[in-house]
């Protein structure tokens, strides 16, 4: 009689040990109190502007949330466009990601920071559009790119391109 209860036991705790894991996703989410993109306004603003190739302009991207209180915490995402291929934007030197809490209005910025290449050259990435994503998940926004061709670093095809660390707005 006394395996009765072991075998319970050993049942009810792999039951247990099943159920802390779930195995469904939340539609690309991967911490469900991270910011959305469902769930900001997410703003392209005006940007400085390289004028000529070699030099440096920046884009500046807002959020502000639009629905119950968020975290961003880590690096923005973003991939520039060439019409089929996609190279992903790299995260500024020497900058330090913080935990950001929004709620309902308040807003964040970071900027895209980019060196202008040389229209109709190889030493350059004519860009598109630019996707933007937000730490915690896989949903992405897309924005025209109106800025000019893109330098690349590389042979590898990277963007001469970073990202900066989100900074609070306002108060």
């Known amino acids: 009689m006394r395996a009765f209860p072991l075998t319970v036991t050993a049942l009810a705790a792999a039951l247990l040990l099943t159920a802390c894991h ?16 469902g769930g900001v306004s997410l703003q ?7 004028p000529a190739a070699g030099d440096s302009g920046e884009v500046p991207v807002s959020i502000t949330n639009q629905s119950a209180p968020c975290t961003l915490d880590d690096f923005p995402g973003a991939v520039l466009k060439d019409g089929g291929t996609e190279h992903k934007v790299g995260v500024l030197a020497g900058a330090k990601a913080q935990k950001l809490k929004l709620s309902k209005g308040d807003s964040a910025s970071f900027t895209i920071s980019y060196v202008r290449g040389k229209a109709n050259d ?3 990435l004519a860009a598109k559009t630019v996707e933007i994503s937000l730490p915690g998940s896989t949903a992405t926004r897309g924005f025209p790119w109106s800025y000019g061709p893109v330098a690349l670093k590389d042979a590898s ?12 707005v306002g108060d």
């Open 122 to 124: 190889k030493s350059g």
């Open 22 to 37: 779930s195995g469904g996703g939340d539609s690309g989410n991967k911490n469900s109190s991270a910011c959305k993109i």
């Open 157 to 168: 095809g990277r963007p001469n391109a970073a990202v900066s660390a989100f900074q609070q």
């Open 44 to 50: 392209i603003g005006s940007a400085s502007v390289a």
